[in-house]
């Protein structure tokens, strides 16, 4: 062939693996949005009156945002009263009280996605709560953690549960108004997973949530709210699929994380929603806020995410650093392929004196894929003696893609240290021809250097995660180089 | 062990090879030398299967099968290999990492079982010690910020390693300094076995000085234009290769 170039541009296309529908009866309300869905969803639930208030009120803020237009992506225009904002499976009771009372086609869609939910197949010392469209299916371990005094449940219980920790910390990191898209889900949220981890405990396994889309035209609302008390450590994960279906769905989630004195959460995100077809027909609009709070003196958040899914990402998980000596991380890979558009990134807000951030962002676009890497480093005349250190690389496939950089800084204390590196490279023919010369195919070796790209973001994954994330970036770039 | 029979080829709009023509028997050592510019690389690129070079006319077969119509890897797999006069970089991914499973691709064609960790690490420890490279090498990305004597030492460990049946080497020798050549070469020698033939492609007859050939081709204008034994390359570090290309423009 004339240039390794056209190989490169042929280098992505295998089918999305979690595609299939599990026919299951559903209990969805008809499409559309006002004040009787909330209170619909709200009665549902059996929320206190506080929570309905909260709601309402996002509602209202609601109504008076414009959508935002500032990111660096196409759009169709969203019809939010042609979403069903409630759907969840039809059961006898409530809620099941043990997995043993779990639709076992739930259980079977799980296995499907290889998140066993019954405990004794489990992944090996994670504890995982499963949320199918609206509502949380099965929390397993449950014993365990509560020995240890952990608190990992679905929201709709921690409301019943413990409405005085959510009264405390709910919208306290992303209030209601913060953007149209947390009012939304503010207004709306259906169900998600709370994690309470006391004062000075070592939270015993790795949390886990999986998120599954399943039904047509419903949008998904999750809300994940992760409080470690003093001296307190947790790793949590993050996984989401869905059906592949022609029409665009909405995700809208907010996670928010407090951490107090001397705490330290580690967040990790595999996201790999249905990314739409290599038409960039359907797929998944992943409009989410996650934002976490280093409240305390000490104390560390760290955002790792691997984002391979969706039609259009639009996501910022940022960290403010209001302790003194806290810290902030965030680890990204982002690929698009296709016609996926991702425009990702974080905020570093530097309140406390010493505060440290660190930003890691790897960009790879395959295809007609457009990646753009938009982050802010804030340090405030209060942040004395801050730090940063972002380092931003894209990686192009072919010659249709595109990769951006906006990156923005707000230095307002002199003795602030900020730096910022960025680079930008492709796949060589030279890279490509090497490693074949030593036997190795030309998918294995795309493979080989996409995750050598990535290797420093990986590395920050847990062990299960780094696996699946790997293969993960495979399965997405399949045929990205024919 | 190879046939070249009037062999073509061009990149881009130019015509490199012309009807070349070698023979390499198995166990032979082939030095091919030339002025810059006669095609000695294209030559080398072409036995590897570069995807930037066009075959326009001629065969080569390898151990009775058509090298023209294999990709690549698979000629690779059956035993070819390419020391690269310019390894590239490959940032993040581990040298060793590649080459376990460039090694285990090539086992895997060969029918053999893939080596774990412990077993390949034995292997190239033991061929490291040969190279003279000590263990951080292991554990850099492929020859990212080598200088260009490490690079060189590492295409030959992984000729060690691969143990492939024919090596062509691409100017290993250039860029190295006398003690780096010494350590190339001393490699390379303990390579030479009765089944394995090679091709050295080299500008210099220094190289030679240490790695001693049974057969001196001269390449010119994309043909090759004279063959002798050791003594040709001494004469042509006296003569130059003026004398040659003249002679081939005659012929």
């Known amino acids: ?482 | 062990m190879l046939s070249i029979k009037n062999l073509s080829a061009r990149a881009g709009e130019h015509d490199i090879l012309k009807e070349l023509n070698l023979e390499v028997g198995e166990g032979e050592v082939h030095a091919i030398m030339g002025p810059n510019g006669s095609g000695k690389s294209t030559l080398a690129g072409v036995l590897a299967g570069r995807p930037d070079l066009e075959v326009t006319g001629g065969s080569v077969t390898y151990r009775g099968h058509d090298l023209l119509a294999m990709d690549p890897e698979e000629r690779a797999r059956e035993g070819v290999f390419l020391a690269f006069q310019y390894p590239v970089e490959i940032p993040g991914v581990n040298n060793v990492y590649l080459l376990k499973a460039a090694l285990n691709a090539i086992r895997k064609h060969r029918g053999e079982s893939e080596l774990d960790a412990f077993e390949f690490l034995a292997i190239v420890k033991e061929r490291m010690k040969l190279m003279q490279m000590d263990d951080s090498f292991l554990n850099r990305g492929v020859n990212e910020g080598f200088s260009g004597g490490e690079k060189k030492r590492n295409e030959v460990l992984q000729m060690a390693v691969l143990e492939p049946a024919l090596a062509v080497l691409d100017e290993t020798d250039s860029g190295l300094d006398i003690d780096a050549l010494k350590v190339v070469a001393n490699g390379v020698n303990s390579l030479r076995s009765p089944e394995r033939s090679m091709v050295l492609v080299t500008h210099y007859q220094r190289l030679l000085d240490y790695i001693v050939p049974d057969f001196v081709h001269v390449l010119s204008g994309g043909q090759i234009v004279r063959t002798g034994g050791r003594e040709l390359a001494l004469e042509l570090e006296e003569r130059g290769y003026d004398w040659l290309r003249a002679g081939a423009d005659a012929a």
């Open chain 1, 1 to 482: 062939m004339a240039s390794g170039q056209q190989d490169v541009e042929q280098l992505v296309a295998r089918k999305y693996r979690h595609g299939f529908v599990t026919d299951i009866e559903s209990d969805t309300v008809p499409p559309g949005l006002d004040e009787s869905v909330i209170r619909h969803i709200s009665l549902k639930k059996g929320e206190p009156e506080f929570l309905l208030n909260w709601r309402l009120k996002a509602y209202e803020h609601w109504l008076t945002m414009p959508e935002p237009d500032w990111a660096h992506v196409r759009i169709a225009p969203i019809d939010y009263q042609a979403i069903s904002y409630y759907s969840a499976p039809k059961k006898n009771t409530d809620g099941p009280k043990s997995l043993d009372e779990v639709d076992p086609k739930l259980l079977e869609t799980y296995d499907k996605l290889g998140i066993p939910l019954h405990e004794r197949a489990r992944l090996a010392g994670v504890a995982v709560d499963a949320v199918f469209d609206s509502v949380s299916v099965a929390t397993t371990f449950k014993k365990k953690l509560k020995e240890a005094g952990v608190i990992f449940c679905p929201f709709s219980e921690a409301v019943r549960e413990h409405p005085e920790l959510l009264e405390q910390y709910l919208g306290t990191v992303v209030p209601t108004g913060d953007n149209f898209f947390a009012a939304l889900n503010s207004a709306v949220f259906t169900d998600g997973s709370f994690v309470y981890i006391p004062k000075g405990v070592r939270c015993p396994m790795e949390l886990s949530t999986y998120f599954r889309i399943n039904a047509a035209n419903t949008g998904q609302f999750e809300r994940t709210l992760i409080v470690a008390d003093e001296g307190s450590h947790v790793s949590y994960l993050e996984g989401c699929t869905a059906p592949m279906r022609d029409e665009n769905q909405l995700h809208a989630a907010v996670v928010e994380l407090v951490a107090l004195d001397d705490a330290e959460i580690k967040y990790s995100t595999v996201q790999n929603w249905y990314p739409g077809d290599e038409n960039g027909v359907g797929g998944i609009y992943n409009f989410v806020t996650k934002r976490g709070d280093c409240r305390g003196r000490n104390s560390k958040i760290s955002w790792t995410q691997v984002e391979t899914g969706s039609a259009i990402t639009w996501k910022y998980p940022s960290c403010i650093l209001r302790g003194d000596n806290s810290v902030g991380e965030f680890y990204s890979v982002a690929l698009t392929n296709h016609y996926q558009q991702a425009d990702t990134g974080t905020k570093m807000i530097h309140l406390g004196r010493n505060t440290r951030s660190t930003i890691v962002s790897k960009g790879i676009s395959a295809g007609r894929g457009q990646n753009a890497y938009r982050g802010l480093v804030k340090i405030l005349p209060t942040a004395e003696g801050a730090r940063n250190h972002t380092q931003c690389d894209s990686l192009l496939m072919g010659s249709d893609c595109g990769a951006h950089t906006f990156p923005y800084m707000e230095i307002r204390n002199p003795s602030a240290v900020v730096e910022h590196e960025a680079t930008t490279s492709k796949i060589s023919d030279d890279q490509l021809f090497y490693c074949r010369q030593r036997g190795i195919s030309e998918e294995d070796a795309v493979n080989m250097i996409v995750n050598g790209f990535c290797k420093e973001v990986f590395r920050e994954l847990p062990m299960e995660f780094a696996v699946e994330a790997q293969n993960l970036l495979s399965v997405s770039l399949e045929g990205a180089v024919g």
